[in-house]
């Protein structure tokens, strides 16, 4: 039997053969250098032992993770296999994929006897029947979710696969899962009512598909772009609830195989979308999803008033929103015009059953915060501007005025400033 080949896809772009024993790290001498300093000096290790490939873990800080699953044992290497060694992704191709599996059996004996091959099917039936399978075995709303994403991404084959579902008020969606390599927390970008592939596909009630764009085009795809991919082929079916309302979408991006969708493609994730909607209403914890949408709603809401482009801002909104709704104090640090105090009042709106908002100046006396305090008997949210600006005996009244508020009607505190807080307490 010839001998097999195989190689590793960086996210460089580059492929590396894998041949023999060779370790993977940041280390200058291992075999495989990587400039990641999530990874350990001596990470991994790849093993070609007949006609398999194996890789095991080094003992590394951050682990070794395949097909999103922690790396305990020695892992038989199958061709797609998606490696996360610390925060580098990695694709694990056979070159000669082809090869029959009685031809790998043959060379189980080297290894291990009773280790199986399992050898992955793309039939859209069997992709199917797997997921079929997979959601009437799985009985709560949040592992479905996931484990549904996941499963289109690794058997059906595409690079990344994401259900999201309507808001509660209907103005927008927001991330149920996600089964990709984005490092960023992609349930904290909610998107707008339309907006994407899967808006179009929710809102019309219809699949959509959309090719790749032609080269120096940037991909304009809401949910592509929340995951960081770009340069994608994406698909989008709307997922129907019990009594045939929508109530949201499933989205598939870039195939792995091909590289557009086609309609084969439109009836299996069509399919898979009917039986997920039915499955996840029927599923024990709907009501804590139901409960997200709400958290979703927030952020969104505050999204549709306050302006933010890049995700680290988008992040931040869904922090402080998190945190105002745990009653936890907010410190909101930028320049003078960069719109804290509207964030501190859209944040307050945008929470649920939020009573009276007041805005005091920390510069104009404790007296007069006094005041405002009492006038607001006492409010649902305090926005302190310039507190960290202030001498230290006004900033010692203000947190005793505030203790002093009774039990169970203590407000919620944002207190803004133009300095961070390591500069202030630098300062004295």
């Given at each position: 039997?010839?001998?097999?080949?195989?190689?590793?896809?960086?996210?460089?772009?580059?492929?590396?053969?894998?041949?023999?024993?060779?370790?993977?790290?940041?280390?200058?001498?291992?075999?495989?250098?990587?400039?990641?300093?999530?990874?350990?000096?001596?990470?991994?290790?790849?093993?070609?032992?007949?006609?398999?490939?194996?890789?095991?873990?080094?003992?590394?800080?951050?682990?070794?993770?395949?097909?999103?699953?922690?790396?305990?044992?020695?892992?038989?290497?199958?061709?797609?296999?998606?490696?996360?060694?610390?925060?580098?992704?990695?694709?694990?191709?056979?070159?000669?994929?082809?090869?029959?599996?009685?031809?790998?059996?043959?060379?189980?004996?080297?290894?291990?006897?009773?280790?199986?091959?399992?050898?992955?099917?793309?039939?859209?039936?069997?992709?199917?029947?797997?997921?079929?399978?997979?959601?009437?075995?799985?009985?709560?709303?949040?592992?479905?979710?996931?484990?549904?994403?996941?499963?289109?991404?690794?058997?059906?084959?595409?690079?990344?696969?994401?259900?999201?579902?309507?808001?509660?008020?209907?103005?927008?969606?927001?991330?149920?899962?996600?089964?990709?390599?984005?490092?960023?927390?992609?349930?904290?970008?909610?998107?707008?009512?339309?907006?994407?592939?899967?808006?179009?596909?929710?809102?019309?009630?219809?699949?959509?598909?959309?090719?790749?764009?032609?080269?120096?085009?940037?991909?304009?795809?809401?949910?592509?772009?929340?995951?960081?991919?770009?340069?994608?082929?994406?698909?989008?079916?709307?997922?129907?609830?019990?009594?045939?309302?929508?109530?949201?979408?499933?989205?598939?991006?870039?195939?792995?195989?091909?590289?557009?969708?086609?309609?084969?493609?439109?009836?299996?994730?069509?399919?898979?979308?009917?039986?997920?909607?039915?499955?996840?209403?029927?599923?024990?914890?709907?009501?804590?999803?139901?409960?997200?949408?709400?958290?979703?709603?927030?952020?969104?809401?505050?999204?549709?008033?306050?302006?933010?482009?890049?995700?680290?801002?988008?992040?931040?909104?869904?922090?402080?929103?998190?945190?105002?709704?745990?009653?936890?104090?907010?410190?909101l640090a930028g320049e003078a015009g960069t719109g804290k105090s509207a964030l501190a009042r859209l944040t307050?709106?945008?929470?649920?059953?939020?009573?009276?908002?007041?805005?005091?100046?920390?510069?104009?006396?404790?007296?007069?915060?006094?005041?405002?305090?009492?006038?607001?008997?006492?409010?649902?949210?305090?926005?302190?501007?310039?507190?960290?600006?202030?001498?230290?005996?006004?900033?010692?009244?203000?947190?005793?005025?505030?203790?002093?508020?009774?039990?169970?009607?203590?407000?919620?505190?944002?207190?803004?400033?133009?300095?961070?807080?390591?500069?202030?307490?630098?300062?004295?």
């Open positions: 039997m010839p001998e097999r080949r195989a190689h590793l896809e960086l996210p460089t772009g580059e492929l590396v053969a894998l041949e023999g024993t060779q370790v993977i790290g940041r280390s200058s001498e291992a075999d495989i250098t990587i400039a990641d300093p999530e990874a350990s000096r001596r990470h991994a290790e790849f093993r070609q032992e007949g006609g398999l490939f194996l890789l095991a873990d080094l003992g590394s800080s951050n682990g070794t993770r395949v097909n999103d699953q922690p790396l305990h044992d020695v892992h038989r290497l199958q061709d797609g296999d998606r490696l996360l060694i610390g925060q580098t992704a990695a694709v694990f191709r056979l070159e000669d994929p082809q090869v029959a599996p009685t031809q790998v059996l043959s060379a189980l004996p080297e290894v291990d006897p009773t280790v199986r091959v399992a050898v992955p099917s793309t039939s859209p039936l069997q992709v199917l029947g797997r997921i079929s399978r997979l959601m009437a075995g799985v009985a709560d709303a949040r592992e479905l979710a996931v484990a549904v994403t996941s499963s289109l991404r690794d058997d059906y084959g595409c690079e990344a696969a994401a259900l999201l579902l309507k808001e509660p008020d209907g103005d927008g969606y927001y991330f149920a899962a996600a089964a990709a390599n984005a490092g960023s927390d992609i349930r904290a970008l909610p998107l707008r009512k339309g907006e994407g592939a899967v808006g179009k596909a929710i809102e019309s009630n219809e699949a959509i598909l959309v090719a790749s764009p032609v080269d120096g085009e940037a991909s304009t795809d809401a949910v592509a772009s929340a995951l960081g991919l770009e340069d994608v082929a994406v698909l989008a079916v709307p997922v129907p609830g019990v009594d045939g309302t929508v109530i949201g979408g499933l989205q598939v991006i870039n195939p792995v195989a091909k590289p557009e969708f086609d309609g084969e493609d439109v009836e299996l994730l069509a399919l898979v979308a009917g039986q997920l909607g039915v499955a996840l209403q029927n599923a024990r914890s709907w009501d804590s999803l139901e409960a997200e949408r709400a958290s979703g709603a927030r952020i969104a809401a505050i999204r549709r008033e306050f302006v933010a482009a890049s995700p680290d801002m988008v992040r931040a909104i869904a922090d402080v929103a998190a945190l105002h709704a745990a009653r936890v104090p907010v410190y307050h709106v945008a929470a649920p059953g939020s009573g009276s908002f007041v805005t005091v100046d920390a510069s104009t006396g404790i007296e007069e915060i006094s005041a405002a305090f009492i006038e607001a008997s006492p409010p649902d949210t305090i926005c302190i501007e310039e507190a960290l600006g202030q001498p230290a005996d006004i900033q010692e009244q203000l947190g005793r005025l505030i203790a002093s508020l009774p039990a169970g009607t203590r407000p919620a505190i944002i207190a803004t400033g133009e300095a961070t807080i390591e500069v202030a307490l630098g300062e004295g």
